[in-house]
């Protein structure tokens, strides 16, 4: 388990112009599930025609702004709180007003974040190419995870690969320990100080905003808004951890998946 600060972050990849795109979490710092960057834009602008083997996922943290199919040319506008989900193979990018900014990215880290084959995917309102939710319309509460745990870019809507969550710890609370069994889990701060809590070796590492912490796959963790503090997160495990939605109570055989992909293997489980 790491906690990540700004001062480590990657160096800008080029990729917006107006702005700046950095790795937070992703090849550099030797994650293998999760691709986590953030996209700062200083001006307006754009990001490059980007297009990945794998899904990805995004959050709006500030701003507004599109995001633009890039076959189609078709807008989605964007505002805080704005969460995507893109398909595998589609071509897309960004465009936004300056002081926006956005952290996601795709998953797995081994999907180019340019330059993959554009993959027509048939027309559907079921998976669609690029769809944009909001934190404030969850698609499933995981009371287990806090009072406030809000599932957006899930497997209920096709997600298997990337995910977004949206987490909010009131002062004093703190997660049930658990652990993913095969996902990595990563939760950026957006607001507040607490202590991420490696439950496997007994190390305890303080937060503040804007750090992410980091959990490779099969450690328990928990995390604590234990400063005074409400702390407010998003992330999540990648991929999907499907024992953790089995026991959020859903009937994970029972959702309908995009063509060519599968529920993963196995799951993480939680510490009663």
């Known amino acids: ?51 990945h083997s794998s899904e990805a996922a995004y959050y709006v ?106 987490v909010v710890l009131q002062p004093g609370e703190r997660n049930r320990e658990h652990v993913h069994a095969y996902s990595e889990d990563t939760i950026h701060i957006l607001e507040g100080r607490g202590t991420a809590e490696n439950v496997t070796t007994g190390e305890r590492l303080q937060f503040g905003p804007g750090d992410t912490i980091h959990i490779e796959i099969g450690f328990w963790h928990a995390v604590a808004a234990d400063r005074g503090e409400r702390v407010v997160s998003v992330g999540g495990p990648c991929p999907a951890d499907v024992d953790m939605l089995r026991a959020a109570g859903v009937d994970v055989e029972e959702i309908e998946l995009p063509p060519g992909t599968s529920l993963p293997s196995a799951g993480g489980v939680f510490r009663r």
């Open 1 to 51: 388990m790491r906690v990540i600060s700004r001062d480590e972050w990657g160096p800008d990849q080029g990729l917006l112009t107006g702005g700046t795109w950095r790795e937070i979490v992703g090849p550099r710092s030797g994650a293998e599930c999760r691709g986590l960057y953030d996209l700062q834009f200083v001006d307006d602008g754009a990001s490059q025609s980007l297009c």
């Open 61 to 166: 943290v500030g701003g507004a702004g599109s995001v633009v199919h890039g076959t189609s040319g078709s807008p989605q506008r964007l505002l805080p709180g704005s969460m995507v989900h893109v398909r595998p193979g589609t071509p897309y990018y960004v465009e936004a007003s300056a002081g926006t900014r956005i952290v996601g990215g795709p998953c797995p880290v081994q999907s180019s974040i340019t330059g993959a084959p554009v993959s027509p995917a048939a027309a559907t309102d079921t998976w669609p190419d690029i769809a944009v939710h909001h934190r404030d319309n969850p698609g499933l509460l995981v009371p287990f995870i806090s009072q406030d745990a809000r599932l957006v870019i899930w497997l209920g809507i096709g997600a298997v690969a990337a995910n977004m969550n949206y």
